[in-house]
């Protein structure tokens, strides 16, 4: 690991909010959203309790209530600020938190200066990956929480609608393949370990559901009829008056814009769809008369797809694989604790930072969450 | 089918009820669950519904509201009663209910008699699994509704705590194995089809987790560390203020007792755990240094298990089977919409009908409920 | 006091559940309303506990467990069933609760055979009061748990609708005016002592407001229309899409009916409106170019007025008389604690027992609440 | 009315905010208050829409879109943000809201060098007194604001704890006295019209309650005890788990601080108690044997209390005086709306703007809330 690889990434999550007001840091519109601010600071925290205060000698740390405020949900840490209540601290204040960024930079670069060992080189290569996964959370985050801004204001210039492929069916065969991580390089510990999985031959979809698909369903009342929806899904969309994706704004009569990071926009048809819920990825892909990929069907066709605008739901349940262990300790509970109630993702999105994700990546939330840059990738037999 | 077939399951349904007094058929102590009287009303329209209108030339229905009032949950068949009030339908009356159930039966035996084709017993048999089904929620639901009643009546003579083997470690060869069903005699759709799925080598326990067990879980402090719990686990202990299975009771300094239906009992430490959670299931095995097997490893280990007492939880999500295909129309609801959100549960319970499980079986509820005869079977490896 | 005057009044609870099933009894369709058998219950658990324990020697109560289960808000008195809880109770059964009733008559007719004090009497007749009270919501609280079952069952034959004077305004005059209860007989601590209140000159209407006029109101707009409500009141219609009283029923095109506890019947234009909250009898008053009486002017205007057909709305609050002294103990607890958040209503209505009212009586109920036979008297000036 | 007269007032809204950083302006902690930022803007929306764009001749607003971010609660002028989604306006930036008040002020200053007519004076009084009204909201809903923010930051200088006169008891006459506003100057319309009110003879205290009285209650049990309470109270007492009053920090072993606008402070027992509700000053006095004064009791003693220092909480409902009558149009929206379910408050506090209150004031608030500086005086007989 060297200063310039640690710095590169440290910095793009500055180079992120270039275009913010003080007030746009501050805000967290949502429990399941976190302020800006928040995201600077937590990310900093990681490397100050999980590297600095256990592997460099006579680091104090930059002040005594950080521990508390920019803990994420480490038990093992110890108390931490209320998750729905991030948003109510105003002090520090965002240029504390910078500050707070460049000091523990510094200490990290006199660490980096004495040729860590290996171990302490594996937890900074976490701490970037988390860091990078804050990133994407950062720019989803913000999307939320300035979307209720009746301004609605541009902050990001940030390309979230991209060109596709010619819709095409790939075949795929079946039989035992190998699924999961075993290469070099970094990887998380819910990729591991490679095993066997048997799959039977299914079709995978060249390309992701445009909006212009999607736009079809929704005009030809799929929100209305409940034979495409699970049953939690029909009382999601039920419960929440649910009747087009999150950000779609129905200006008159199906003339629809969306709000995006750089502004309000037309509703582009070519597009693939983004921010919808599992739910609606699931009861799209009945309407289609098709289904969802599981994550292992999309792990073996991943090679023949172009991927990475948008995640993708699978039909697989976000659950261990075999031989599963958490590491001791506060680590641990980095992904095992949430293999419950969450579905698989596959892919990577246009928020994903560069390198970030991989073929063996598993994404997860809950079938009701959109904030993120979700899509569809549909499949067959 | 013949009529002694059909009258046998039937006519256990009444039987079950013989203690009841006619204020017990009534109510409804949570939206999760429903009144004997609506269980008794509810299994007969099906056989109504489904049978009788389809297939029996000029049968008239008993009472034209009780489509409305006595559909579950089928989207194709039209409006119904809100689950969390069933409680409040005084009318019908316990009687004309029970007067409902003499009046189907009479129409099904006229059917019966002019032996009905492939097609027709095929709906009858998987209403009379409907109704076994219902039998075993009419006595869970009823033990929920009686449970906060100060003078805890007896009202069933059920055995709901039975002996057990000893304990020993079964190893299971890992492979190829075919799981789901494909032989003669009714099967649900989600059984189906048979196919291939790679295992590798465990062990699984040969007894369920005993009461005397978990005790200790619960006096060595399991509900009060994180540490073993998965995240919403965590949340659902900490909001609810869990502490101790369903239905037991600390009398004084962890003396504890439980409500059965046959009234309150001293907790009997060799039978096995009942009416908990998956959360808890979950946890207790991460303390006991185990695992939970998935819902593949259970079928393939069932011929060397004894089974029969508790559901046992899997940590398998309930997700549909390869080629699964709903059945088209309202019969087509029975299973496939629930394929989200809940665990897998194997085996079978004292309150199960006799004859109505097999190892290929998939029961499945949310991972915090714990109103059925719920247990944990531990795996390793 | 005498065994007949005594009898009279608990048998008339008696004689008005003469046409309930033993279903009806039991259900509690909201926490605000309690069952039948709560109500014949408590009632007889206040002569039980208040005058038998206290003052028959040799006295056993019926059941150790029912002074839990029959106790409704008296913290002296000890804990009790949650009241949420009430419909969950199937025992005592029905019939044992008209045990306990005869049981508790046989001891009163015991005590009462040896001239109690006047002391005694005095709580007697507290407790007959209270009877007649919950006579009063014995049938209100009926109609609300039975009017959620689609089949609408008559079950009591009450005449809810009577007819009205014409239309007129009386004037009344202003100054100092003697307000409160200061004759012989019964009356509540909360309309003592007798004391002056200074008032101007106001005219007050002949006639409640019937359903004919509040048709209008309705018709005109006025449940869209902010200006007419009170802040709270105008809350209360958005949050609960309120848009007619309770019991209404918009068959098409403003055709009503309402449901009575003798069955649906069509709308009676002439009847006066009834089961509107206090928010919708300001609104009504205000869009009307009136206004509610004071209770002190509804007082002094009760001479010259025809009232017990609804209980009628004031714009007092419900708060102490000068002097105003809580009894010590348990009965303390009747009237005092409640004098916070809701409004004073005056008169009767068709559901209150006769001779139970008089004009110094006061009534109250929250703003928002309107299972009463609640209806609306307008003044001026 | 003066440019001086105007700008004194609106420069003190400015002066207030002088230690805040720009992320203090931005959060709402509860639906109950407001963004600082949004006083600022909301207090000079009311000049621009109330006055300018009816009386200033060619007037352009300054944002097409403030009318609807800075509206409060005025149905008449239509549309607005809602009240719980203030704190996620990050835009109109602090420093535009800044810009907006001095436009505004500019403006004003065109409208006033034009002698305005009397009726464009009293709307601009209005404004004024609206401001200083809003000058207290700004800091109350500061310190709730900043309150939950671990770091307890001090951001404005005021004394909230001063010293009072000796304990004595004042008797005051009953009779008939004159109650409401009928002078000189700026008054409300809810102070209006003077008109008689009987009292009888009562005896008030000469000094508000203090720290060290109310930590009596606290100590003898006050909040375990439901006798004091009235129902209501004591249902807020449970579910909110209340046992001291807002701000109060049990350091340990009941040694008390506060939290001030000033940062944490011990408790000082002299001063008078802040920060209690209707139902804890109901409680206490209850406790203390004595009782709240009526808001007309209040108004005819006030010439003998020293006040200013606490909100008085008075046994009276907020409820309109005889002949009252709304402004036309969004001004009559000012007051009267919300005369239900409060209670009247009378005095002034430390955070009341000089000048600003009279004895004839009356401020109310609903029975729950306490993030005002409210206090309790004591009245018998």
Not at 132 to 147: A, I, R, S, V
Not at 199 to 217: C, H, M, P, Q, W
């Amino acid at each position: 690991m060297t200063e310039d690889e640690f710095l590169k990434i440290r910095n793009r999550t500055e180079y992120l909010c270039e275009n913010l007001e003080t007030e746009d840091f501050i805000i967290q519109a949502a429990e399941h959203v976190s302020p800006a601010k928040w995201h600077l600071a937590h990310t900093t925290w990681f490397f100050e309790t999980f590297v600095l205060k256990n592997h460099l000698p006579d680091y104090r740390e930059f002040h005594p209530d950080f521990g508390y405020f920019f803990n994420s949900y480490y038990n093992a840490v110890g108390q931490r600020t209320q998750k729905n209540q991030r948003g109510l601290m105003t002090r520090p204040s965002v240029e504390e938190v910078f500050d707070y960024r460049g000091f523990v930079n510094e200490q990290m670069r006199r660490l980096l200066a004495n040729s860590p060992s290996n171990d302490i080189n594996e937890l900074i290569y976490l701490g970037l990956n988390h860091e990078q996964q804050h990133q994407e959370l950062l720019l989803t985050d913000l999307k939320y929480n300035l979307w209720l801004n009746p301004l609605s204001p541009a902050v990001i210039n940030i390309k979230e609608y991209g060109p596709q492929p010619e819709e095409s069916w790939e075949d795929i065969s079946g039989g035992l393949h190998e699924i999961g991580f075993d290469g070099a390089g970094f990887s998380y510990d819910n990729e591991r370990k490679k095993h066997q999985v048997y799959i039977e031959d299914f079709a995978i979809s060249s390309r992701l559901v445009t909006n212009g698909d999607y736009l079809k369903f929704i005009l030809q009342g799929g929100y209305q009829q409940p034979e495409w929806w699970h049953a939690d899904g029909w009382d999601w969309v039920q419960a929440n008056k649910i009747n087009q994706p999150l950000y779609w704004i129905n200006r008159t009569h199906n003339q629809f814009q969306y709000y995006t990071l750089d502004g309000v926009k037309d509703l582009d048809p070519q597009a693939p769809v983004a921010h919808i819920s599992f739910y609606e990825a699931a009861a799209y892909a009945e309407w289609a008369g098709c289904r969802l990929p599981t994550e292992f069907e999309w792990e073996v066709a991943a090679e023949k797809l172009e991927w990475g605008l948008r995640w993708e739901w699978t039909n697989s349940a976000y659950l261990p694989y075999p031989h599963f262990e958490k590491a001791p300790g506060a680590i641990g509970e980095y992904n095992g604790k949430f293999m419950i109630n969450q579905m698989v993702l596959r892919g990577g999105s246009v928020a994903t930072a560069e390198g970030h994700s991989r073929k063996t990546y598993r994404n997860f939330f809950y079938p009701h969450q959109r904030w993120q840059f979700t899509g569809i990738r549909l499949a067959k037999k």
